[in-house]
Nanobody
Framework: QVQLVESGGGLVQAGGSLRLSCAAS????????MAWYRQAPGKQRELVAR???????NYADSVKGRFTISRDNAKNTVYLQMNSLKPEDTAVYYC????????????WGQGTQVTVSS
């Protein structure tokens, strides 16, 4: 079994910063991509940022230049540094990882709430 545990969410004023962390544990041979998604009330879950095992990244247009995704492969952990936060960034943020045991399987964290007040 594999678990993804997120931390770092909370309430912040517009213009502020938060750093999310997600640690994977359990039966892990390796991890391919790791990513952050978010889901706001009444909206579909959307990709925020993704990072490959080699460190290549891609971002949603709405967060480019404000958010930075990074990972520590030794710790099986992915981070999301969020700067210049806006009220429209308010959502539940979910960690996602493609974990290789025998084959790669997608796992999800439980989600962490980020609320940005205006």
């Amino acid at each position: 079994q594999v678990q993804l545990v997120e931390s770092g969410g909370g309430l912040v004023q517009a213009g502020g910063s938060l750093r999310l962390s997600c640690a994977a544990s359990g039966s892990i041979f390796s991890i391919n991509h790791m990513a952050w998604y978010r889901q706001a009330p009444g909206k579909q879950r959307e990709l925020v940022a993704r990072i490959t095992s080699g460190g290549s990244t891609n971002y949603a247009d709405s967060v480019k230049g404000r958010f930075t995704i990074s990972r520590d492969n030794a710790k099986n952990t992915v981070y999301l540094q969020m700067n210049s936060l806006k009220p429209e960034d308010t959502a539940v943020y979910y960690c996602n990882a493609a974990v290789v045991q025998v084959v790669a399987i997608d796992y999800w964290g439980q989600g962490t709430q980020v609320t940005v007040s205006s």
